[in-house]
């Protein structure tokens, strides 16, 4: 019987790894709310609210729209897709200017999109944004 331990640790080892690839293929899969979109930038105008919401220096993530916003001076904006080049998921947080992908670990840099952790190598799609009258409105005619 000295094999029986070894065999069932054997199995309760495949039962976790499973489970957790199957967590990985929630997060990133396009049945969940926030998964990849077939287009990782919006096909219309999206009204993001108060530009004031966006800090001089740094960057705020909009993870429903599916956008990061950066304002690199008082007044200025640029906005990239939030979702991630390598597989597809949303970023979930944003740190200073790097955002942060949770499904496999990519980070990026919020002020140009480029990647500065794999194992994304893409950067991210840059998405107009203007801010009018102190509201903010990103994607095509934006």
Request: proline share 10%; aromatic share 2%; hydrophobic share 35%.
């Amino acid at each position: 019987m000295p094999g029986l331990p070894a065999a069932r640790r054997t199995v309760l080892k495949g039962a976790a790894l499973a489970g957790a690839a199957g967590l990985g293929a929630a997060a990133c899969s396009t049945d969940s709310k926030l998964g990849h979109a077939k287009n990782p930038t919006p096909t219309a105008p999206v009204d993001l609210g108060a530009a004031s919401e966006v800090p001089v220096g740094g960057a705020k993530l909009y993870r429903e729209q599916r956008l990061v916003v950066v304002c690199p001076a008082k007044g200025e904006y640029k906005a990239f897709s939030a979702q991630c080049t390598h597989g597809g998921c949303v970023l979930d947080k944003v740190e200073g200017t790097e955002g942060h992908c949770p499904c496999h670990g990519s980070r990026f840099d919020m002020t140009t999109g480029q990647p500065v952790k794999g194992p994304a190598t893409v950067p991210l799609p840059a998405v107009p944004v203007t801010a009018e009258g102190g509201k903010l409105v990103a994607g095509p005619d934006a």
